[in-house]
């Protein structure tokens, strides 16, 4: 029996017959002992003629088919199942493997079965190659009858079986399971494979995913790719990764948005509803809510607005967390949250005027960033107005519940999104706040292209001054918009949600987290 203790040292544990005929257990064995042991039974198999890792696999159906149909099947019925093996026991002229392949039934229930290995019911020499050469974590092929045990197991009674791939280092024990932190996410397929509450959390957010596509396709969006390299990057304010197209010979960056610029084109072209589903990239600080490389979905229709977007929002967030979790109500760090309840409507301005007593319409820049002082949020980039009244907003925003909306955005935070036609100094932009955080945003996107030529300027004009975040002047863009673009509602929202829902960090929420290189 092979375990990763806590802090992931590897332990093993063997028992062998001393001359008494009872069992003792066998001194711990370095992993390197292990590994040559199990390259010694490779030898041995070898040796019987059967292959180690064979191309084929000759099964019949899959464990979970098994065990559903087991009470209808002929007692004499062969099956052939594969799996690996997850514990192995007995002794003398029988033995028992339980084995899994990872199918699953329509009740949810994982395929997993014991199968019996009787010395009189193979032939001898296939008995004792068993008992000599598996080791939990192999793979197996088994063909065998349907059995029930005397304590009422459903089992295959084994004839013959095969080899189908041969571990040379022990998996986790299932008592044990995989405890150190940075172990579970370097070798996550070890925290998957012996972790049910992880396996069932990558299963729930393949869930999320096709809920979104179901959604938006079910209500007449186009699902598009766009270009995840881009000679300007564009659609968020985010530091952008940069690497050198060879073949053009020019410097590329990662996108910082899954196409919005390009998706707001598409609009252009006709299409009247785009949506994609895809991987961005910002080269910034990592955080519980923050990473550097992550799935958004962002979608775009024309003809709508901020105010029938609220309504879209809410229906897509609750369809979401209905179809993947089959309620409203959770629990996210310290909030209580139900997407059931009413969504109000926060001003954004007014919140931060009430709460800091700045107005964030008529302050200059040095009132702005003497508050941030003074509340002591103010970083590195809070070089002007729109950074730190950000930064103000972002203390401010951790006490909030939510569901909720976040509105009347200033325009120099916003340079994608509408004027609001009561106040030219505020953007037709919704945000949805979340559990203290921001998770998801939309806007009335701004289709004039004069009023969006002026804005990237004063943007450019910031990344001049040393906003290296402040988005740059496309002029490919605008050139598309002055062909002329619909009145459109445009919305994005990342895997974010998916982590705050699980009440998971972000990088234990990714299947495979990058992560710096192991020192050996």
């Not at 990872?102 to 009189?120: E, I, P």
């Not at 990764?241 to 996108?255: M, Q």
């Not at 996210?332 to 964030?360: M, S």
Request: with cysteine; proline share 4%; glycine share 8%.
């Amino acid at each position: 029996m092979h375990s990763f203790l806590p802090g992931g040292r590897i332990h093993a544990r063997a028992s062998f017959r001393n001359e008494h005929g009872s069992h003792a257990m066998m001194p711990a064995m370095s992993g390197d002992d292990i590994r040559a042991e199990r390259l010694k039974k490779i030898e041995l198999i070898n040796d019987a003629g059967m292959s180690v890792y064979p191309a084929e696999s000759r099964h019949t159906e899959t464990v979970a088919q098994f065990v559903a149909e087991f009470e209808g099947r002929p007692e004499a019925f062969p099956a052939t199942l594969a799996g690996r093996v997850m514990s192995k026991r007995g002794q003398g002229g029988i033995s028992f493997a339980d084995i899994y392949d990872g199918s699953q039934d329509k009740h949810g229930a994982l395929g997993r079965v014991q199968v019996v290995f009787q010395k009189d019911n193979m032939d001898e020499r296939t008995y004792a190659l068993f008992m000599d050469t598996v080791d939990i974590g192999d793979f197996l092929e088994v063909t065998g009858t349907r059995y029930v045990t005397k304590r009422g197991e459903k089992s295959l009674l084994a004839t013959t079986w095969c080899m189908l791939a041969k571990s040379l280092s022990p998996i986790p024990s299932e008592w044990y399971g995989v405890k150190d932190q940075e172990l579970t996410l370097r070798q996550r397929y070890l925290d998957i494979l012996m972790s049910a509450d992880t396996r069932a959390m990558f299963v729930r957010r393949a869930a999320f995913w096709n809920a979104a596509r179901t959604f938006l396709r079910e209500r007449g969006f186009l699902e598009v790719e766009t270009p995840v390299l881009e000679s300007s990057p564009g659609g968020a304010d985010a530091r952008p990764f940069i690497t050198h197209h060879n073949s053009l010979d020019i410097d590329v960056y990662l996108r910082i948005s899954a196409g919005e610029l390009w998706q707001k084109r598409l609009l252009v072209a006709g299409f009247p509803k785009v949506f994609e589903i895809g991987r961005i990239f910002r080269n910034e600080g990592q955080s519980r809510e923050h990473l550097q490389d992550y799935t958004q979905l962002e979608c775009y229709e024309a003809y709508s607005d901020m105010q029938k977007g609220k309504d879209f929002v809410r229906e897509l967030y609750r369809f979401l967390v209905k179809e993947t979790y089959g309620k409203y109500t959770f629990e996210i760090g310290v909030h209580t949250v139900d997407f059931a309840n009413e969504w109000p409507e926060i001003d954004f301005c007014a919140l931060i005027k009430n709460e800091f007593g700045v107005d964030p319409l008529t302050c200059t820049d040095a009132e702005a960033i003497q508050k941030a002082r003074d509340e002591k949020v103010l970083t590195e980039s809070d070089t002007n107005r729109a950074r730190a009244i950000d930064s103000l907003w972002k203390k401010l925003r951790k006490g909030i519940a939510g569901p909720a909306f976040l509105t009347g955005i200033p325009v120099y935070l916003e340079p994608l999104a509408k004027r609001s036609a009561h106040n030219p100094l505020v953007v037709d932009r919704l945000q949805v706040i979340l559990a203290g955080s921001e998770m998801g945003k939309g806007f009335s996107e701004l289709n004039d292209p004069l009023d969006q030529r002026a804005r990237f300027e004063e943007q450019q004009k910031m990344r001049d001054e040393g906003d290296d975040e402040a988005q740059r002047l496309d002029e490919e863009y605008i050139q598309a918009m002055e062909y002329g673009m619909p009145p459109a509602f445009g919305f994005g929202v990342s895997e974010r949600l998916f982590s705050f829902l699980e009440n998971r960090p972000a990088h234990e929420a990714q299947i495979f987290p990058l992560l710096r290189p192991k020192q050996l």
